[in-house]
T-cell receptor, first 114, second 111 residues
Framework: NAGVTQTPKFRVLKTGQSMTLLCAQDMNHEYMYWYRQDPGMGLRLIHYSVGEGTTAKGEVPDGYNVSRLKKQNFLLGLESAAPSQTSVYFC?????????????FGPGTRLTVL | DAKTTQPPSMDCAEGRAANLPCNHSTISGNEYVYWYRQIHSQGPQYIIHGLKNNETNEMASLIITEDRKSSTLILPHATLRDTAVYYCIVRVSTGGFKTIFGAGTRLFVKA
């Protein structure tokens, strides 16, 4: 199993450009998440999904949109990138077992907005 | 959701036990204690979790006080590869979307 994979690993954008980050998991997990991590800080939740076709806002959703058309994929979109969105983006997934439900993280996407 | 307090940094000698404390005095009865770590530039890695009993797995042990207001993560024989930021998180087991990553404890394992 590949676990959680993220595409791309690095990206540089100009202000105003758009892009989509792809997260894929092969563990048949119900829940998926997108976080951002700024230098020296902990992770902050952007959006999450509790199942195919459903999404919800997290702590810092402004400027981002998400979609979960397939259970294994969770897409994060930036419609008009801003320098404040320069960050490392992590995707995660977790199962639904009733208890535990630990999260599994991808390797991250390093995004720079000029 | 309960918040946690961790020391910003700790040192440990290689081969010795690393004991990482966490205070969570406002924890609710149905909230679990989770530990994750993040090795430089990588995604966080799950370590262990518990409700009220002490737990052990191949990576670490988790000791939770009887009143559940604090806990300690123990790495029994720390190696240089255990140098990382360790996050203590308190949440209900079904609330992955309620995982709040604070600043964590930066553990330096020294040779």
């Amino acid at each position: 199993n590949a676990g959680v994979t993220q595409t791309p690993k690095f990206r540089v954008l100009k202000t105003g450009q758009s892009m989509t980050l792809l997260c894929a998991q092969d563990m048949n997990h119900e829940y998926m998440y997108w976080y951002r991590q700024d230098p020296g800080m902990g992770l902050r939740l952007i959006h999450y999904s509790v199942g195919e076709g459903t999404t919800a806002k997290g702590e810092v959703p402004d400027g981002y949109n998400v979609s979960r058309l397939k259970k294994q994929n969770f897409l994060l979109g930036l419609e008009s990138a801003a320098p404040s969105q320069t960050s490392v983006y992590f995707c995660a997934s977790s199962p639904w077992r009733g208890i535990g439900n630990e999260q599994f993280f991808g390797p991250g996407t390093r995004l720079t907005v000029l | 959701d309960a918040k946690t307090t961790q020391p910003p940094s700790m040192d440990c000698a290689e081969g010795r036990a690393a004991n990482l404390p966490c205070n969570h005095s406002t924890i609710s009865g149905n909230e679990y204690v989770y530990w994750y770590r993040q090795i430089h530039s990588q995604g966080p890695q799950y370590i262990i979790h518990g409700l009220k009993n002490n737990e052990t797995n191949e990576m670490a042990s988790l000791i939770i006080t009887e009143d559940r207001k604090s806990s300690t993560l123990i790495l029994p024989h720390a190696t240089l590869r255990d140098t990382a930021v360790y996050y203590c998180i308190v949440r209900v087991s079904t609330g992955g979307f309620k995982t709040i990553f604070g600043a964590g404890t930066r553990l330096f394992v020294k040779a």
